[in-house]
């Protein structure tokens, strides 16, 4: 399948999102790209990494841009070059890209009963007290969507997902969320929408 939809997250910003079935040599026929990306791409190590970067092209090409129009800064954060802001996820075989006239971070993470072994590494235990498996899991890959969505907006060094990240309890049933960074001093509060999409959790987080 192709283009899979669009999801409209407020009147400025929304998420596109491509399931993949075309094999490689489809989609990287179907693309056109920057010396620089194909450095990148050929230095791929898995041809699912390598499906997943070129549906993001695909993406792009969707919405009238090309690969030309998307840069990357020094740590890795890209850039559309009308101004708009960008994130990118990609997992398993979906990939997604959000535009908005705001400044946001995504993530898409598909659901597997191992987050439930790490979660004591990143999140608040007591947040999933009281919760079937199912349930836990789910509540655990938004929060942890929620955390990659939080260092997607802030793109600094030394950001750690248990130290510093908080997320205030929510009920996964609402959709939405809030958490809070505290780093460098500071205490920046975000708001969190998220979706499910087939057995994938999409998470986008604005700043407050
Ligand atoms: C960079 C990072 C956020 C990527 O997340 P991921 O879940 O591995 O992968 P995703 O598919 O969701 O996102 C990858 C995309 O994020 C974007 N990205 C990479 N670095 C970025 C940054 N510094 N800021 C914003 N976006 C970034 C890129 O667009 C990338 O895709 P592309 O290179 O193909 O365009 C992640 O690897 C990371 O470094 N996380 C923080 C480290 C951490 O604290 N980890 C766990 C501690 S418990």
């Not at 990148?40 to 549906?55: C, D, I």
């Not at 899991?137 to 929620?146: D, F, L, N, R, S």
Request: net charge negative.
């Amino acid at each position: 399948m192709p283009f899979y939809k669009a999801i409209s997250i407020n009147e400025s910003t929304t998420a596109y999102f491509w399931k993949i079935s075309e094999d490689v040599t489809d989609l990287f026929r179907a693309v056109s790209l920057k010396d620089v990306t194909l450095f990148r791409y050929e230095g791929m190590k898995s041809e699912s990494h390598q499906k997943g970067f070129l549906a993001v092209r695909m993406l792009l090409q969707h919405l009238g841009y090309t690969d030309y129009d998307l840069s990357y800064d020094e740590q890795g954060k890209p850039h559309l070059n009308d101004g708009k802001h960008i994130s990118i996820s990609h997992s398993h075989e979906f990939s997604c890209i959000c535009i908005s006239d705001s400044l946001m971070g995504i993530d898409l993470e598909k659901c597997k009963d191992k987050i439930l072994r790490i979660a004591p590494r990143f999140l608040e235990m007591k947040h999933l007290e009281n919760l079937s498996d199912t349930e836990k899991i789910q509540k655990a890959t938004v929060i942890w969507g929620v955390k990659e969505s939080i260092f997607k907006i802030k793109n600094e060094v030394g950001i750690s997902f248990p130290e510093h990240i908080f997320e205030n309890e929510f009920d996964v049933a609402a959709g939405n969320c809030s958490a809070e960074l505290h780093f460098n001093n500071q205490i920046e509060k975000f708001t969190i929408q998220f979706y499910n999409i087939e057995e994938y959790i999409f998470v986008c987080a604005f700043p407050k």
